[in-house]
Nanobody, 124 residues
Framework: QVQLVESGGGLVQAGGSLRLACAAS????????MGWFRQVPGKEREFVAA????????NYADFVKGRFSMSRDNGKNTVYLQMNSLQPEDTAVYYC?????????????????WGQGTQVTVSS
């Protein structure tokens, strides 16, 4: 079993930055691919970014390319999402997820464990 706890959300003005973190419990964290998803009320959860078990490969949604960067520190059991040039349309609850398969997936149903989410609000 893996427990995920997100942090780092908050309120920021358009053009600003936030760094989300997701701390994971469990000794097998380093074997899992990890992802970030986001969701706004009334819409489906959407893929934001993912990283392979080693951190050697990443994948991003088109709408965040060049603005967001995902990384991981397996020694700290933590993944990060650096978000720059934030826009009001980035406002959402951001979720961290772990996939027991070490390879990247953009599909939410591929992930086995989820955090509780952290709210990101970008004001115009």
């Amino acid at each position: 079993q893996v427990q995920l706890v997100e942090s780092g959300g908050g309120l920021v003005q358009a053009g600003g930055s936030l760094r989300l973190a997701c701390a994971a419990s469990g000794r097998t964290f380093g074997r899992y691919a990890m992802g970030w998803f986001r969701q706004v009320p009334g819409k489906e959860r959407e893929f934001v970014a993912a990283i392979s078990w080693s951190g050697g490969r990443t994948n991003y949604a088109d709408f965040v390319k060049g603005r967001f960067s995902m990384s991981r520190d397996n020694g700290k059991n933590t993944v990060y999402l650096q978000m720059n040039s934030l826009q009001p349309e980035d406002t959402a609850v951001y979720y961290c997820a772990a996939d027991k398969d070490p390879y990247i997936s953009r599909q939410a149903d591929a992930y086995d464990y989820w955090g509780q989410g952290t709210q990101v609000t970008v004001s115009s």
